[in-house]
């Protein structure tokens, strides 16, 4: 059973080629998961910027609402003035106009001060809603480069697929069980090179006889991690 360290290293090559590219094509979805997931968080954040400024306004429309009510009751109260036959009736009702006054005045600072807050809430609505934009256009543009990267990548992966029908071709018959069960289980890493004697697999030195069939390109497994073993290039 002897196979020449070229065929393998070979071998070892689309092995990490093909990984390599299965790995490219895994991230692709990755990376359009990590868009959606960032367009729905800025999405639930104007909704609640948006929902804010709602209850702001409407807050104004409340105040603005209570001080025409209470502009009006003033003015009922000065209406009243003239019909009143009391002095004391009389007193009761500028005491009441002036409690409504005072009471209109905070009423009109805090619609003021409200106007400036549902300025600031609309900045931010705008704010998110440009940062909604742009992520959502982020999102667009991965999906189509994902998209394109993967139909190159999906050719490359069968360009290689035959390449290692190929490569996998010279080895022998019996021996095919063995490296199917080390390929199955360690992917890409199924093959390592020895250098020195030392496994590049594991790092563990093996014996002087298997160096030596190594040299005679047979194939040969490391005792330790499993790996099949061949000789880098000199
Ligand atoms: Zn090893």
Same mark, same amino acid.
């Given at each position: ?8 290293r070979q071998l070892h090559r689309i092995h990490q080629q093909l990984a ?10 990755? !990376? =359009? ?7 729905? !968080?800025?999405? $639930? ?57 005072? %009471? ?13 807050? =549902? ?8 704010? /998110?809603?440009?940062? +909604?934009? /742009? ?16 139909? /190159? ?7 290689l697929e035959v390449e290692l029908v190929g490569s996998e ?16 289980? !360690? &992917?890409a890493? %199924?093959l $390592?090179? /020895? ?7 594991? &790092? ?11 040299? +005679? ?18």
């Amino acid at each position: 059973m002897t196979v020449t360290a070229v065929a393998l290293r070979q071998l070892h090559r689309i092995h990490q080629q093909l990984a390599e590219l299965r790995d490219r094509l895994d991230r692709g979805p990755r !990376k =359009i998961r990590a868009c959606e997931a960032n367009v729905a !968080k800025i999405s $639930a954040e104007l909704d609640a910027a948006r929902e804010a400024t709602k209850q702001s306004k409407m807050a104004g429309d409340r105040k603005q609402l209570d001080l025409k009510t209470s502009e009006q009751k003033i003015v009922d109260y000065r209406t009243k003035l003239n019909t009143v036959s009391s002095n004391k009736e009389y007193q009761t009702l500028l005491e009441q106009i002036a409690a409504a006054e005072m %009471a209109n005045s905070v009423l009109s600072d805090e619609i003021l001060e409200g106007f400036d807050k =549902i300025d600031e809430f609309d900045t931010v609505d705008k704010n /998110v809603e440009n940062r +909604l934009q /742009v992520t959502t256009e982020e999102l667009e543009k991965t999906r189509n480069a994902v998209q394109e990267e993967a139909v /190159v990548i999906q050719s490359d992966i069968s360009r290689l697929e035959v390449e290692l029908v190929g490569s996998e071709a010279v080895l022998p018959a019996d021996f095919k069980v063995d490296y199917d069960r080390v390929v199955r289980n !360690k &992917g890409a890493d %199924a093959l $390592a090179t /020895v250098e020195d004697g030392v496994c590049n697999g594991c &790092g563990q030195q093996i014996t002087l006889n298997m160096q030596s069939e190594l040299q +005679l390109s047979k194939l040969i497994f490391c005792k330790s991690c499993g790996c099949l073993l061949y000789l880098p290039e000199v």
